[in-house]
């Protein structure tokens, strides 16, 4: 059950639209379910004598007579206004139960608490089988203002109990982080046009990829105006500075043909400007990301702060842990940017999934994520993808995104807990699709009978209490390979696999072989870092990268708006 509070000013034009036809789903048999008083609350939709601009006309003045008492000066914002839905596939509730629910949350929300005679006048309108509209004039007979504070939370803790009470779905918990939903209108705009998302969802997509990219914040507007989005930053009046900004998705216009324009923190709490900066700290062009001498640096810096961020959100630091989530909510836009393949599609999926889990009540230490932070942006600079590797790191998101849900749940953040878990599914199904057919090709390749018997004493040496299930793991043929791989690279089996094995917690892993093969892959190679040391000696040079765009979203024409966001 979903309550949608919002406030407005013109009572009149929202009884219009209550007991009208409707502008988006056919309103079907109009009328009050429940009211602040019954018998006084005439009801155009049971008075089929009168004509309905009279009824409205009556409906308004009975339910704004508190602000003509006041002189006729309506106070700012007085029409208090809230939907209240149930989920889909829930039973259709009769008129006798959403009176109930009409009055307890008109009673929890502090709009007509139980008992109080001088509370608000309010109605409750049932116009569709799945919801009713709650309408509210926020004036008591006394003159006063009904205390609504936190009222949304506390018709969303309202709900939940109904659903409890009532058999129906239990929705998440919300805690005020989640952004905007779009409006009916917006919805229908984009089913007019046949879109599957509307501007506002459209747009922040595209925000939150660019934001992955870039560095700066001039690079944020420069980005999203070279997708063909339009920006309009607001300067502050003394210093000139940019203190906010909007976007304009291309095409998206009034009927007057005016953009329509989002602000930042409309579209997500953490896109306005202020969260932004705290993502974007004050770094200079020269220190942009370089070409590096290795084509695996970006991602194997991006396991590894992957790993790191891992062993935070196990530990007591929620500031720190917090901070860990928006950065890994960047490193997946680079890793779907950066990534090619029929996986790609379920990246950018998780990407867009795990943005209701980036954000919570507990206050972020930013800093503290600067590794994770920085790794995801060098991803956005990555010229290629190697092969081996790029899986290691899809194996290390899911085991991220996980966590991250652990620890949303384990804190109570039901939301974001079921955002995570969404990320985590379509990580999964992304490395399942691209890590079966890499170790199908290290299977094939496997060493010597010899050479395997060799690697298993090492292993049994190495890692004694887990080496009967590494072994009976169908991967284990492939992990011959690739400790072969690493020997020749330069490292001594026994010790890495000592290393790694004893890096995190091997007894909770299904497939133990398969989790040791990607944790050596993410393994640097010595012998080409070496020969790396012996050529920046001699006096190698590296050139500065400019950032592929972000595929998380794909860039659309101006043109080709109407037709596709």
Known sequence: MVPDVSTGSDSRGLIAYLFGPGRRDEHTNPHIVAAWDMAGAPDPGRDPAATYSQLARRLDHHVDLRTRELGGKKPPQHVWHCPVRTAPGDRYLTDAEWTEVARRVVHATGIAPDGDERACRWIAVRHADDHIHIMATTVRADGRRPRTHQDGRRAQAECRRIETEFGLRRLKSGDLTAPRTPTGAERAKAERQGQTVTARQWLRERAYAVAAAVHTEADYFTVLQSLGIEVKTRLGPESGDVIGYSLAAPGDTNSAGEPIWYGGSKLAPDLSINRLRERLPHQEVADRPRFPADPAEPWQNAIAAMQTAHTVLDSDDDAAAQAQLPA???????????????????????????????????????????????????????????G????????????????????????????????????????????????????????????????????????????????????????????????????????????????????RDLDSAERPAEVLNWRITAQPNRRAQAARRRSTVSGTSSMSATPHPPAAPVAIRPEERSRHR
């Open 328 to 386: 890994f909510g960047d490193a997946l836009y680079n890793i779907a940017s950066a990534t090619r393949g029929p996986h790609r599609a379920e990246l950018r999926a998780a990407a867009s999934a795990f943005n209701r889990a980036r954000r919570s009540a507990t206050r972020a230490d930013h800093q503290a994520a600067h590794a994770l932070r920085q790794a995801a942006k060098e991803l956005a600079y990555a010229s290629t993808e190697p």
């Open 388 to 503: 081996g590797l790029a899986i290691a790191l899809l194996f290390a998101t899911v085991h991220l995104a996980r966590a991250a849900a652990n620890w949303h749940e384990q804190r109570g953040h039901e939301q974001q807990a079921a955002a995570a878990d969404g990320a985590f599914r379509h990580l999964q199904a992304g490395y399942q699709q691209a890590a079966a057919p890499v170790l199908a090709d290290l299977a094939r390749r496997a060493p010597r009978a010899e050479t395997a018997r060799r690697f298993e004493r090492e292993l049994r040496a190495a890692l004694p209490d887990h080496a009967d299930r590494i072994l009976a793991d169908p991967s284990w043929t492939a992990l011959t390979t690739t400790l072969a791989q690493a020997e020749t690279a330069g490292h001594n089996p026994r010790r890495l696999l000592a290393e790694v094995g004893t890096r």
